[in-house]
Every structure is written in C-alpha cells, then in structure tokens.
Nanobody, 124 residues
Framework: QVQLVESGGGLVQAGGSLKLSCAAS????????MAWFRQAPGKEREFVAG????????YYGDSVKGRFTISRDNAKNTVYLQMNSLIPEDAAVYYC?????????????????WGQGTQVTVSS
C-alpha cells in the first residue's frame, strides 16, 4: 500500500521561501510519477509540479514556473517542493500525489495515491 506523508508547511511572509517534503513508502517508485497539487478554500485542486522518479524529468504549472522547484531523493524515497518568492496567492493546502506511470499529468484524476496535505499560509 502506497503511503505519502507531507511535511514542511507553515506560515511565511510574502517574498519568503518554504520547502515541503513528501515521504513515500509501500512501493518501488522508480516507475512512478510524483506530483504536488494545491487547493485553496473555494477553489479546485490545482496542479503545481510533477516529477518522473526515473530520470527526474519535471513539469510545472504556469503559476509557479521559475519560483518553485520539484526534486527527489532516491535514497530517502522523498520528494521535495522548494517554494521561493511566495505570494499570498500561493496559500493553500498542498498535497503530494503518486501514480504508477511514466507520464506526468496535471489532471487530479491521473493520480491514485494522495497524502493528507500540509497547510501553507503566506502573509502579505
């Protein structure tokens, strides 16, 4: 059973940085795609970034390109989201997701496994 546990959320001032972690277990992830999504109150869940575990190719949502970086640590089975130049619009619950696939998709329905989420709050 795949399990995903996010951590690293919190309160940060606009312009600041935060790094989220997603610890993955329960599978051999070299044939998985991992992704970060976010959901603000009253809004749909939005794709943030994705990474192919094997090879490390990445894909970003337009709203975070150039500010966020997704990466993974094979030895720790952990995926990270480095968030820089945060703005109030980045505030949301951030979710880690996984799918046994080699194709990164921005669609929520493309992922079978989800973490519980971690809250990111950005003060202006």
């Amino acid at each position: 059973q795949v399990q995903l546990v996010e951590s690293g959320g919190g309160l940060v001032q606009a312009g600041g940085s935060l790094k989220l972690s997603c610890a993955a277990s329960g599978a051999t992830f070299n044939r998985y795609v991992m992704a970060w999504f976010r959901q603000a109150p009253g809004k749909e869940r939005e794709f943030v970034a994705g990474i192919r575990w094997s090879g490390g190719s990445t894909y970003y949502g337009d709203s975070v390109k150039g500010r966020f970086t997704i990466s993974r640590d094979n030895a720790k089975n952990t995926v990270y989201l480095q968030m820089n130049s945060l703005i109030p619009e980045d505030a949301a619950v951030y979710y880690c997701a996984a799918e046994r696939s080699l194709i990164i998709t921005a669609q929520v329905r493309g992922y079978d496994y989800w973490g519980q989420g971690t809250q990111v709050t950005v003060s202006s």
